[in-house]
């Protein structure tokens, strides 16, 4: 199984950045999607970002056009780069990899957005 680790996350201000980091302890080629969920207080877990073997890529509208997310297929990791941030992003941020449906995830990092 591989084993994905989560870092980047921080407190920053609203309107800052933050790039965030999802190591894979093996490749990530072997699953067919890579993606970034969230989940706040009270909240249900929810897609950010997911990003296909092929490099397709789709986002949550909350998030279209200020975050991004990419993959070094070399280094094993998948990125999301966070700008312009909201206090609403404040979250818990998940690394998921899926494939022939199972899912693997990472234990998260947290990401506080305040004056």
């Known amino acids: 199984q591989v084993h994905l680790v989560e870092s980047g996350g921080g407190l920053v201000q609203p309107g800052g950045s933050l790039r965030l980091s999802c190591a894979a302890s093996g490749s990530i080629s072997s699953f067919n999607a890579m993606g970034w969920y969230r989940q706040a207080p009270g909240k249900q877990r929810e897609l950010v970002a997911r990003?296909?073997?092929?490099?397709?890529?789709n986002y949550a509208d909350s998030v279209r056009g200020r975050f991004t997310i990419s993959k070094d297929n070399a280094k094993n990791t998948v990125y999301l780069q966070m700008n312009s941030l909201k206090p609403e992003d404040t979250a818990a941020y998940y690394c998921?990899?899926?494939?022939?449906?199972?899912?693997?995830w990472g234990r998260g990092t947290q990401v506080t957005v305040s004056p």
């Open positions: 998921n990899g899926a494939t022939g449906g199972v899912d693997s």
């Open positions: 990003i296909t073997s092929g490099g397709s890529k």
